[in-house]
């Protein structure tokens, strides 16, 4: 079975520093993309960035940025600069091509003023 | 652009009633569509996704149905509520490639 795994259920950071949040996965598939959303208070899930597995480039947008190693099967994602907007759930999501989304758990993330 | 519309935003209805989600997208056209539920503080269950009119299929065996009888609406019923159906219950559609866009959800408690 194919899975997501994030170790850090909760985290916090202070306003304006960096932090990082952990995502490994499962999988046998070589072809499929990696996503990170997030969760505000609302609930409205939001896409944050996505990655393609073939690319070698990390993706970013804006202060969003992630750390793929495809060999390790890991999909960190960097949020710089963070702002009290930031505080929210973050789901790390894997979808193999023709498949259905596989979800990690999520990691509370709080930014303190 | 597209948008997805979920309603009701929150419900309460007592256990062994019957339940009705609605969900509707705009702006696109044959696209993928998904019921979640979440439960609290956790992650999302797949529960039905379809690929067309009238195309459904289940991942969890339970007590919630789903269809879709136009190209952009997606419906999630039960006959008779039970207290483990409580959960917030996100939509989602998706174009015919690899991004998943959700709706706003609906809160469900049942009692």
């Known amino acids: 079975a194919q899975t997501v795994t994030q170790s850090q259920p909760e985290m916090s950071v202070q306003e304006a520093e960096t932090v990082t949040l952990s995502c490994t996965y499962d999988t046998s598939e070589s072809n499929y993309y990696l996503f990170w959303y997030k969760q505000p208070p609302s609930r409205q899930m939001i896409l944050v960035i996505r990655q393609e597995a073939y690319k070698q480039q990390n993706a970013t947008e804006n202060r969003f940025s992630v750390n793929f190693q495809k060999a390790a099967k890991s999909f960190s994602l960097k949020i710089s600069d963070s702002q009290l907007g930031d505080t929210a759930m973050y789901f790390c999501a894997f979808n193999p091509y023709g498949q259905n989304f596989v979800f990690g758990p999520g990691t509370r993330l709080s930014v303190l003023p | 652009s597209q948008t997805i519309h979920q309603w009701p935003a929150t419900l309460v209805q007592p256990v062994g009633s019957p339940l009705s989600l609605e969900c509707t997208v705009e702006?696109?056209?044959?696209?993928?569509l998904y019921w979640y539920r979440q439960a609290a503080g956790r992650g999302l269950q797949l529960l039905f996704y379809s690929v067309g009119i009238g195309q459904i299929s289940s991942e969890v065996p339970q007590n919630l149905s789903a269809s879709r009888p136009q190209d952009r609406q997606f419906i999630l019923s039960s006959k008779k509520l039970l207290l483990s159906d409580s959960g917030f219950y996100l939509c989602?559609?998706?174009?015919?490639?690899?991004?998943?866009?959700f709706g706003p959800g609906t809160r469900l408690t049942v009692t």
């Open positions: 989602a559609w998706s174009p015919r490639s690899y991004e998943q866009y």
């Open positions: 702006g696109t056209s044959n696209p993928n």
